[in-house]
């Protein structure tokens, strides 16, 4: 794999975080899926996926609190995504590159929609577990962090900073425990790791861009474009489980 590829690559999946406050592994996965096996690019993805969502983790007012609230559902995302791992790495093959079409695609239909789904406090006990264990699941199978924890969490009553700590408490303990997986499943190896290094400074770059111009350029015009995007790379892996 050409190092200019995945350098631009994760230059514009870290920009695409730092204007939106996620999106890093979505981008990377899309992208780089089109080009390698999934369990390769999500073994690629996972330090600069750590080291930017512990930054964003990191920079909300109280993440104990947020942790103490959210922890159920941050089991469920360990368990599942532990769990789901063995599809990602071994057999699932071309099925594993449609089913991560498959969450792309849904992930850019609920982002155009809008959809909104408010979770009343009465039922986040029970909830929060069950949102975490599908997401492990869709994680250890497609590498996507997504789906359905960012619906989720946007339903919950959270206040704009806290939402962002949310989604960065969210995706750090998903590529914790798809690190987990792989290793378990023998498919992250040395190589792996120097290739995830060498990720790391574009994607910091690519953020540190994105949050200098997220003033400067319509939210709601640049969120539209990258769900279409996403919806285009979305069809086009999901094509080749049938081509």
Known sequence: MNAGVIGATFVVAGFVKGVTGMGLPTVAMGVLGTLMLPAQAA??????????????????????????????????????????????AGGGGVWAVAGLGAALMLYAAAGLLAWHLPVPARHERWLSPVIGAVTGVVTGGTGVFVVPAVPYLQGLALQKEELVQALGLSFTVSTIALAIGLAREHAFAIDDLRASLFAVVPALVGMWIGQRVRGCISGITFRRCFFVCLLALGVELSARAFV
């Not at 109280?62 to 922890?71: E, K, M, N, P, Q």
């Not at 559902?73 to 532990?82: E, F, P, Q, S, Y």
Request: no cysteine; hydrophobic share 60%.
């Open 43 to 88: 073994a690629m993805l996972l330090v600069p996926s750590f080291v930017t969502n512990v930054w964003q983790l990191f920079a909300g007012p109280d993440v104990r609190a947020l942790s103490r609230r959210l922890w159920p559902m941050m089991a469920g995302i360990t368990a599942g995504t532990v769990a789901a791992a063995s599809f990602i």
